[in-house]
């Protein structure tokens, strides 16, 4: 399950930001996580009660942020919301079309007392 890896690297990032703001606890920590990040929800809300016992984040309160699968369509040029990766443009229904977003996954902000 790589989701037990990706909490061990948030549990990195709060650490670090705990010495550097000199903050003691995380009561809320904000995951964006895009459409085609490929990230399990249950499991990793599972992996990160337990990664985070005996950090400043152990009880906090994970809140996980869709955003959404973007592409650019060739056919009309135009930066799009996708479902799917192989999906048509919405707008001109073209089949040309670049992923540009959906698979990022990033701490958007914290809760700390």
């Given at each position: 399950m790589h989701e037990m890896s990706l909490c061990e690297g948030i549990r990195a990032i709060v650490e670090d930001q705990a010495r550097q703001a000199r903050f003691d606890r995380v009561t809320v920590l904000r995951l964006?996580?895009?459409?085609f990040a490929g990230v399990?929800?249950?499991?990793?809300?599972?992996a990160f009660d337990v990664v985070m016992r005996g950090s400043p984040a152990e009880?906090?309160?994970l809140e996980m942020i869709?955003?959404?699968?973007?592409?650019?369509?060739?056919d009309?040029?135009?930066?799009?919301?996708?479902?799917?990766?192989?999906d048509p443009c919405p707008r001109c229904a073209g089949g040309r079309l670049m992923p540009v977003g959906g698979d990022e996954m990033r701490i958007r902000d914290?809760?700390?007392v």
């Open positions: 964006e996580i895009g459409r399990e929800k249950p499991a990793l809300s599972f009880g906090a309160r869709d955003l959404p699968g973007r592409a650019l369509c060739y009309c040029g135009v930066e799009v919301e996708i479902e799917n990766r192989l914290m809760e700390v």
